[in-house]
């Protein structure tokens, strides 16, 4: 069985699921594909072409080695959703997403491993799309203690432009247009995806529980710019509440451009560099480089742009629904390794 899942980019709500905020977050044109076959015994077998490695474990080893040991917390949560396993397989993984990039390949992996095992088990089940996304945010986000949303998990397994809101209560909207055409731009450097995400995420958290611990009852969907300054935080929390109050309403403004019937693409594209313009200056999560393509991108013809995923390294992407390659070469030019996309549809199984 071969199974094929999207990556993602997130347009708007960048660092701010995580904080019970919405996002809006389209799947894109670049896969993983997870090929997978019975083995005879109970070993689990993972060939990785691309990163030259193969990982064995047992069907019953329950031990994780890192906060990325994504095959057995993938084989961990479908046990506990009562699929059943006894004997192991061997699987192939490739990907084209840029990898650790901001791109969602783990994501992206993961929804393809869960889908796979599902329909794999001695007790097989179908799972629809959204129930695949719940297993796959269980079993990277809970069951390994990560800090990251749900949004990659949903965006991968769904496919589209989704609006996802997870307070108080999951919600997920499929947004029907077709944006055209966007340039993954991939500096080539590593990102810190755990030690971003958790100072992004608790610092502002911690902003949130010094504010409540002084009696107000406040929260990031609905504190207001102007409330900031009567709180006693430092200037540099105040900062980092007021970008993330600016990035909601952001969100807000896209959201509210993509219900139109016909929508301004120029206008959505700078509400992308308003949304880069605070995660580089206010959450520093931008590099020099990034911003270098990123300013290359606009200077070709871009509409918009901003960095992709947690930052300090990865991927960018601009928007550029009109002449993508010429996007594509001024990227190139300033050292990027760039890639035309679309939209993609989800998970799916390519028997």
């Given at each position: 069985?071969?199974?094929k899942t999207p990556g993602r980019i997130c347009?708007?709500?960048?660092?701010?699921?995580?904080?019970?905020?919405?996002?809006?977050?389209?799947?894109?044109?670049?896969?993983?594909?997870l090929v997978g076959f019975p083995r005879s015994?109970?070993?689990?077998?993972?060939?990785?072409?691309?990163?030259?490695?193969?990982?064995?474990?047992?069907?019953?080893?329950?031990?994780?080695?890192?906060?990325?040991?994504?095959?057995?917390?993938?084989?961990?949560?479908?046990?506990?959703?009562?699929?059943?396993?006894?004997?192991?397989?061997?699987?192939?993984?490739?990907?084209?997403?840029?990898?650790?990039?901001?791109?969602?390949?783990?994501?992206?992996?993961?929804?393809?491993?869960?889908?796979?095992?599902?329909?794999?088990?001695?007790?097989?089940?179908?799972?629809?799309?959204?129930?695949?996304?719940?297993?796959?945010?269980?079993?990277?986000?809970?069951?390994?203690?990560?800090?990251?949303?749900?949004?990659?998990?949903?965006?991968?397994?769904?496919?589209?432009?989704?609006?996802?809101?997870?307070?108080?209560?999951?919600?997920?909207?499929?947004?029907?247009?077709?944006?055209?055409?966007?340039?993954?731009?991939?500096?080539?450097?590593?990102?810190?995806?755990?030690?971003?995400?958790?100072?992004?995420?608790?610092?502002?958290?911690a902003i949130l529980n010094k504010i409540k611990?002084?009696?107000?009852?406040?929260?990031?969907?609905?504190?207001?710019?102007?409330?900031?300054?009567?709180?006693?935080?430092?200037?540099?929390?105040?900062?980092?509440?007021?970008?993330?109050?600016?990035?909601?309403?952001?969100?807000?403004?896209?959201?509210?451009?993509?219900?139109?019937?016909?929508?301004?693409?120029?206008?959505?594209?700078?509400?992308?560099?308003?949304?880069?313009?605070?995660?580089?200056?206010?959450?520093?999560?931008?590099?020099?480089?990034?911003?270098?393509?990123?300013?290359?991108?606009?200077?070709?013809?871009?509409?918009?742009?901003?960095?992709?995923?947690?930052?300090?390294?990865?991927?960018?992407?601009?928007?550029?629904?009109?002449?993508?390659?010429?996007?594509?070469?001024?990227?190139?030019?300033?050292?990027?390794?760039?890639?035309?996309?679309?939209?993609?549809?989800?998970?799916?199984?390519?028997?």
């Amino acid at each position: 069985m071969e199974i094929k899942t999207p990556g993602r980019i997130c347009l708007f709500g960048e660092h701010q699921d995580y904080l019970g905020l919405p996002v809006i977050a389209l799947a894109i044109s670049r896969y993983s594909k997870l090929v997978g076959f019975p083995r005879s015994d109970s070993t689990v077998v993972i060939n990785k072409p691309d990163l030259n490695e193969v990982e064995k474990f047992h069907l019953n080893d329950n031990q994780y080695t890192s906060n990325f040991d994504l095959f057995k917390s993938g084989l961990n949560v479908c046990k506990n959703h009562g699929f059943k396993f006894s004997k192991g397989f061997d699987v192939c993984v490739t990907s084209n997403i840029p990898i650790k990039a901001g791109t969602s390949s783990s994501s992206s992996i993961l929804v393809s491993w869960i889908n796979f095992l599902s329909n794999n088990a001695e007790n097989p089940k179908k799972l629809s799309n959204q129930k695949l996304a719940k297993l796959a945010f269980e079993a990277e986000v809970i069951e390994l203690s990560t800090p990251g949303g749900m949004m990659d998990q949903y965006s991968t397994a769904l496919g589209g432009l989704i609006y996802l809101k997870t307070s108080p209560v999951l919600s997920i909207k499929k947004m029907n247009h077709d944006l055209g055409a966007f340039v993954i731009g991939d500096s080539m450097n590593q990102k810190d995806t755990m030690g971003i995400l958790l100072r992004c995420k608790n610092d502002r958290l911690a902003i949130l529980n010094k504010i409540k611990d002084s009696g107000s009852n406040i929260s990031f969907n609905s504190i207001s710019e102007g409330q900031v300054k009567k709180f006693k935080i430092t200037e540099y929390e105040k900062a980092l509440l007021i970008g993330t109050i600016r990035n909601r309403d952001i969100l807000v403004k896209g959201k509210n451009e993509l219900r139109k019937k016909y929508i301004d693409k120029h206008y959505l594209g700078q509400l992308m560099i308003d949304h880069h313009e605070v995660l580089s200056k206010t959450l520093k999560v931008s590099t020099s480089k990034i911003d270098l393509m990123l300013k290359s991108a606009m200077e070709a013809g871009a509409y918009g742009g901003k960095i992709s995923g947690s930052g300090g390294g990865g991927c960018m992407f601009a928007y550029c629904p009109e002449d993508p390659l010429k996007i594509k070469c001024a990227i190139e030019d300033v050292g990027g390794q760039a890639y035309v996309v679309r939209s993609a549809l989800g998970t799916m199984i390519n028997n």
